[in-house]
């Protein structure tokens, strides 16, 4: 079951890119960066306070939900009355209806925030299993005959309004926790002191994940917004199916463990070799067979696509290397670290994005890749400091993943260069055959170098997937 789970997005994600323009994603990519950074302020941070806290959850909870949905509410007003400003902005006139429609997302949202923090803090990660397993056929019901009828971009809008409200049915289903007439002003203090941190840090993770979106879809364009758009969506789909078997309990056991220097230490560690075991070599594999995944998935009318591929799955590779740490300083009550990093990041982020956008959209995918590699010596030098680990403590325990993908990477970097004279073979085939070679290279690679960790990891995964 868990392997369809994870499996029904891509498989959606695939079909409707068939059916669809690049176009169509644009438009929804615009509608989408403004909902996103509405998700700041109808939330306040105050999900992860409530997951956080030390207290009584319940009245913690009370607090949480009235002022979501409160500001929920407020936030869909603002959506619709500023759409068309938005639209005027992006230079993109069907963006305006398309907002106002998929704004009820933000109110939806926040009528069951409450309970997914609250089923998080208690680490009740099957329950959440099997409402994301619930939910996750229910956008290509209504998306794919959509699209396949010609409606375009609101097959997209019908199929995420369809996934939520499901999610929230779900949620509140499986939750016994509802809402009471009350608010604790005492406790909603607190959790606003931990929230607008968090928020500030939501400001800061938005400009960095969606200000790449905002400056391509100004710049460029809708068609390079949604060309570019699809490429972030499917590499984090892709680094989504290998990783998110475990990488969503984390936050949760750091934050038990945040009072146990020592145990928190060993647990980072722990974590932290599994991901990159992973991270690396699928970020290596995707910056090898980039084009080959866009020609065999998508087709011809995605050109460019291929080389965006390349370079953001060489940049999730690099960025998943200091992956954890966010989550580490706030389960350590430091959600101002965070903070403080990404607004300094943002000093060279933002002018770097924006002036590599003039040259196109390659330009503009080579420096996202670039830019993830300047943030990575950062973060080292502040885990060092949060848990007094040494500076080499990255290749201490990645040292087995980093010759193993090595060796990877000169396997299928030689395959390819030699299969690619030949035009009789197609994309399919090709990107098969790569990807089963790369597979076998780097766990037989990995099994020679570090037996013991293999071993440990499979297990693990074994038990996360149940």
């Not at 109808?42 to 009584?56: H, N, R, V």
């Not at 990660?125 to 609101?154: D, H, N």
């Not at 290749?395 to 396997?411: D, I, K, Y």
Request: hydrophobic share 55%.
């Amino acid at each position: 079951m868990e392997v369809v789970s994870r499996t029904a997005t891509p498989v959606v994600f695939v079909v409707l890119a068939r059916l669809l323009t690049p176009a169509d994603y644009g438009i929804m990519a615009t509608a989408s960066i403004v909902i996103a950074f509405s998700q700041m302020f109808w939330d306040a941070g105050l999900s992860k306070a409530l997951i956080q806290a030390k207290e009584d959850p319940e009245q913690a909870a009370q607090v949480v939900f009235w002022t979501n949905t409160a500001l929920g509410i407020a936030i869909y007003v603002a959506l619709v009355v500023s759409a068309p400003a938005v639209a005027s902005f992006f230079d993109s006139p069907k963006s305006a209806p398309v907002l106002r429609v998929l704004g009820l997302q933000v109110v939806i949202a926040s009528l069951s925030s409450v309970q997914q923090a609250l089923f998080l803090r208690d680490m009740n990660f099957k329950r959440l299993f099997w409402i994301r397993l619930a939910s996750a056929f229910v956008p290509g019901l209504f998306s794919i005959p959509m699209a396949f009828f010609g409606q375009g971009v609101w097959a997209l809008v019908a199929g995420s309004l369809a996934g939520q409200t499901m999610n929230l049915v779900m949620l509140w289903r499986s939750s016994s926790w509802r809402p009471r007439w009350g608010y604790d002003q005492t406790q909603a203090r607190r959790l606003f002191r931990f929230g607008s941190w968090v928020m500030l840090e939501a400001f800061g993770a938005w400009l960095i994940q969606w200000g790449d979106n905002l400056i391509v879809g100004r710049c460029l364009g809708v068609h390079d917004l949604g060309v570019y758009r699809t490429g972030v969506m499917l590499i984090n789909v892709i680094f989504g199916l290998v990783l998110n078997p475990f990488v969503p309990v984390v936050y949760p056991i750091f934050s038990r463990l945040q009072d146990q220097h020592e145990e928190l230490c060993k647990t980072f560690h722990r974590v932290n070799r599994l991901v990159l075991a992973i991270a690396i070599p699928v970020g290596v594999g995707v910056f090898l067979v980039g084009p080959e995944i866009a020609t065999a998935l998508f087709g011809v009318k995605w050109a460019g696509l291929g080389f965006v591929l390349s370079c953001l799955g060489l940049m999730n590779g690099v960025a998943w290397l200091v992956g954890l740490n966010s989550e580490l300083y706030r389960a350590m009550g430091r959600p101002d670290v965070n903070t403080k990093l990404m607004y300094f990041q943002l000093l060279y982020f933002l002018p770097a994005f924006y002036f590599s956008a003039q040259y196109g959209l390659k330009a503009f995918a080579c420096t996202r890749f670039l830019v993830a590699l300047a943030a990575t010596p950062i973060h080292i030098w502040l885990c060092r400091r949060m848990l007094r680990v040494p500076w080499s403590y990255l290749w201490v325990e990645g040292r087995p993943m980093f010759m193993a993908t090595g060796a990877m990477l000169a396997v299928v970097g030689c395959l390819r260069a030699g299969l690619i004279q030949f035009p009789a073979v197609s994309s399919k085939p090709l990107l098969a055959l790569l990807v089963c070679a790369g597979a076998v290279t780097y766990a037989g690679a990995l099994w020679i170098l570090d037996r013991s960790f293999v071993l440990q990891s499979r297990s693990l995964l074994v038990r996360s997937g149940k």
